[in-house]
């Protein structure tokens, strides 16, 4: 059984940076594909970023050139890099780990963190 763990949420000034991390542990995580969701409160959970096990990357439309996610094999870590930040990226972020084949696809993610809080002040 896989553990994903998030941290680094908080709240920042519109404009500002925040860097959120998910620990992963349990399991046989031989670096699998990896994504970040987040869910605004009143509206569904959405893709932010993903990364695969060659360290292929792929954003949401809303954050493509802001956000920067990264992986750490060894230390079995997944960050996601988070610049200019918006009111609208208010919201609970999640890491998970993808076991599909779509990127995009929620169903296609076995394991969830808890979430981390992301508020951005305007």
């Known amino acids: 059984q896989v553990q994903l763990v998030e941290s680094g949420g908080g709240l920042v000034q519109a404009g500002g940076s925040l860097r959120l991390s998910c620990a992963a542990s349990?399991?046989?995580?031989?670096?699998?594909?990896m994504g970040w969701f987040r869910q605004a409160p009143g509206k569904e959970r959405e893709f932010v970023a993903g990364?695969?096990?060659?360290?292929?990357?792929y954003y949401g439309d809303s954050v493509k050139g802001r956000f920067t996610i990264s992986r750490d094999n060894a230390k079995k870590m997944v960050y996601l890099q988070m610049n200019n930040l918006e009111p609208e990226d208010t919201a609970v972020y999640y890491c998970?780990?993808?076991?599909?084949?779509?990127?995009?696809?929620?169903?296609?993610?076995?394991?969830w963190g808890q979430g981390t809080r992301v508020t951005v002040s305007s």
């Open positions: 349990g399991g046989t995580f031989v670096t699998p594909a």
């Open positions: 990364i695969n096990w060659r360290a292929s990357t």
């Open positions: 998970a780990v993808r076991t599909g084949s779509d990127y995009l696809k929620i169903t296609d993610y076995a394991y």
